[in-house]
């Protein structure tokens, strides 16, 4: 999809930000400036454009820019490249901008970056993923320990404790990448023993991850089920990869394998109707693009924030760089795939 970049001009009576609280977040909305002066540039940097999940995000982090009126700076792409995230955001301090939201890939390789903009005051709020070190102003991102525990739970119950799972791991460098890895294989450990994880690094690429899906299943014809920690990157290689070997059965059939899955994009959900994978975790792309909007907005004008519940039904933690908008991640199956509360089901309207 195309990531032009759209600057939307401060609306002269500027709409309140809904929604976001004060330091107990739950007060009244960040003002805007005194006079109706133009609001604070918003720098916005996508961070690839190769995820249907991705891409999701960023149609809605665009609407949000123009439903909240918000004065952005172009928006860039640094597509999955830390080099081109450092220009970009050097772009960003050049034309003004008082806050930047990225969400940076590589969350080791940010440090230097953050530091620099923090020496210049400009808040960084980080989306989905947390960087290792470096002040963050606010991360908004789903709890991803969770996702691995929901995916392991899952897979356990349906394979009855039994046989083999192929891990499609994302990247190890990442903070999601991480913490999915270590739930799913701590979870599976200690609760279903019986069940062989097969870890599968892939650095979040789907050709990759069918490459090795295709070695695993010559070593390992068993295969009972399957753990794909991006559909956005995942979800059609290896679906096509299990057609083209006659292992696509449906849901329910003998010889099913048993497929679950983060992100909550609506292929994900045409699959689960199909009854091509089984379930999952929905990320809420949606409630990213807004939230992290207005973090932006409350940290170009001066607001503070304390952990604690927020009043969108989330939790606030502290981290040793910053602070932490935890979003609810629901699982998804059969029993509810047509929820319309689902991001996934309202893409597009």
């Not at 808040?123 to 525990?149: C, E, I, L, W």
């Not at 739930?183 to 609760?191: K, S």
């Not at 689960?272 to 949606?286: E, L």
Request: aromatic share 6%.
């Amino acid at each position: 999809m195309s990531h032009t970049s759209r600057t939307a001009a401060a609306a002269a009576a500027a709409l309140l930000l809904a929604g976001l609280g004060t330091a107990c977040n739950r007060g009244s909305e960040p003002a805007s400036s005194a006079g109706g002066a133009a609001k604070p540039a918003i720098g916005i940097d996508l961070p690839r454009a190769d995820s249907d999940f991705w891409n999701s995000y960023a149609q809605y982090a665009k609407k949000e820019v123009a439903g909240q009126g918000l004065n952005a700076l172009p928006i860039s792409n640094s597509q999955n490249d830390v080099t081109k995230l450092v220009a970009n955001v050097q772009v960003f301090q050049n034309t003004g901008a008082k806050a930047v939201v990225m969400a940076p890939q590589d969350t080791g390789a940010i440090a230097s970056t953050l530091e620099q903009l923090a020496a210049k005051k400009i808040p960084v709020v980080s989306v989905d993923t947390r960087p290792d070190t470096g002040q963050v102003y606010m991360v908004v991102r789903a709890d991803n320990k969770a996702y691995g525990t929901k995916a392991c739970e899952f897979l356990g119950k349906q394979l009855g404790g039994k046989g083999k799972v192929a891990e499609f791991q994302g990247s190890l460098s990442s903070i999601n990448g991480r913490d999915r890895s270590e739930a799913f294989a701590t979870c599976m450990r200690t609760r279903f023993p019986d069940i062989q994880v097969i870890e599968l690094a892939t650095d979040w690429k789907g050709d990759v991850a069918s490459a090795k899906l295709q070695s695993t299943l010559a070593a390992h014809p068993d295969l009972g089920g399957i753990y794909m920690q991006a559909g956005g990157a995942f979800l059609q290689p290896t679906l096509a990869l299990l057609q083209q070997k006659g292992l696509l059965k449906p849901a329910g059939e003998a010889g099913h394998i048993t497929i679950v899955s983060n992100d909550g994009i609506p292929q994900e959900f045409d699959a689960i109707r199909k009854g091509q994978i089984d379930a999952t975790v929905s990320q809420p792309a949606d409630l990213y693009a807004k939230y992290a909007l207005h973090y932006a907005q409350a940290a170009a004008q001066g607001k503070t924030f304390t952990p604690g519940p927020t009043d969108h039904g989330s939790t606030i933690i502290t981290l040793p760089n910053g602070l932490e908008d935890q979003l609810a991640a629901p699982l998804v199956t059969k029993e509810n795939v047509d929820d319309k509360t689902l991001w996934g089901n309202n893409v597009g309207q």
